[in-house]
């Protein structure tokens, strides 16, 4: 059975930090790359920052670069993206899932408060 589990999400004040976690198990960890996507009520979901898993390759959305780093444990089979200098727009539910959108988590919630 495929499961991705988000931790780590709540609220924060701006300019500070979270970290947040995805725990994958049910496939093949290394085939993928592995991503983050992010939501607010009546816009569409956007991708955020992935991570090719075999070779570490990252990309990161415009709007987060040099805020938030993406990161895995192949060990553990997580993913971890630390957020800095959080912004209130950054206020979304974040979803953990493989970035070609296969395998998806249940989603968490960060809100960043001004």
């Given at each position: 059975e495929v499961q991705i589990v988000e931790s780590g999400g709540g609220l924060v004040q701006a300019g500070g930090s979270l970290r947040l976690s995805c725990v994958a198990s049910g496939f093949t960890f290394?085939?993928?790359?592995?991503g983050w996507f992010r939501q607010v009520p009546g816009k569409e979901r956007k991708g955020v920052s992935c991570i090719n898993i075999s070779?570490?390759?990252?990309?990161?959305a415009d709007s987060v670069k040099g805020r938030f780093t993406i990161s895995s444990d192949?060990?553990?089979n997580t993913v971890y993206l630390q957020?800095?200098?959080?912004k209130p727009e950054d206020t979304a539910v974040y979803y953990c899932?493989?970035?070609t959108g296969e395998f998806w988590g249940q989603g968490i919630q960060v809100t960043v408060s001004s």
């Open positions: 290394e085939d993928y790359a592995i070779d570490g390759k990252t990309y990161y192949n060990a553990k957020m800095n200098s959080l899932a493989t970035w």
